[in-house]
């Protein structure tokens, strides 16, 4: 039994969306997260880091589940900011229970334990500053509380794993409402994804501040779940 992530499936077989916008290394990737999929066990957990699916609502998304459920292990899922599809956790969880795709669990203001870890986790927010400020806070504030219930979810757990979608340190900036609450309940690893193509350069990874980020979008990992431990 392992613990793994990725993010940014960014499935649309349901309508087919081409992925070239994000570069060539995107040619053939839903064949590329099969054969990276294969080395997981049903026992495994795998963290799937949002952008999910293409698809605009749970009704057209349901060819790209069928695909996630059918890759071995157990998913948990979380939002991303191309998963228009997202509803409320109890309709996903009603969609999942209709199609009979029991693996699936979402992590959305709560958390899951992993031994003596916790699994924890909220979408982020992007740190470009090219909306509106007060935009910008309101959506960050929300993220960051969401982030807090997660952790606070965790109570006492030894170790609290943070995933996020979005990168909280990109380039030379920073989301700091969203590090604050990592500080705050003493998080050290965290993984998050969004980054793609001519972005990955950007990235910031290894130990900031006391916390080791990863990026696992799933272009920059070559569509094979990095796996986090035993
Ligand atoms: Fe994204
Ligand atoms: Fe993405």
Partial sequence: MALYAIGDLHLSLGSNKPMDVF?????????????????????????LCGDLSWASSLDKSV????????LPGKKLIMKGNHDHWWSTAAKIS???ETHGFSDMSILHNNCF????KAICGSRGWTIE?????????????????????????????PEKLCFLHY???????????????MRAHNVKRCWYG???????RYAV?????????????????GFTPRKICD
């Fill in 23 to 47: 570069g060539e290394g995107w040619d053939g990737y839903v064949g590329k997260i099969a054969a990276g999929f294969a080395a997981l066990t049903p026992d495994d957990v795998c963290v």
């Fill in 129 to 157: 500053d090219k909306l509106d400020a007060s935009h910008n806070d309101k959506i960050i504030r929300r993220e960051a509380q969401r982030l807090n219930i997660s952790l606070e979810a965790a109570g006492d757990a």
């Fill in 94 to 96: 009603a969609f999942f």
């Fill in 113 to 116: 334990l992993y031994g003596d």
């Fill in 63 to 70: 060819r790209d589940f069928r695909f996630i459920s059918e």
């Fill in 205 to 221: 990874q290894g130990v900031v501040d006391g916390i080791d980020y990863h990026m696992i979008s799933a272009d920059y990992i």
């Fill in 194 to 200: 969004h980054v793609h193509g001519a972005g990955h």
């Fill in 167 to 181: 990168p909280p340190i990109f380039n030379r900036s920073r989301c700091d409402e969203i590090i604050d609450v």
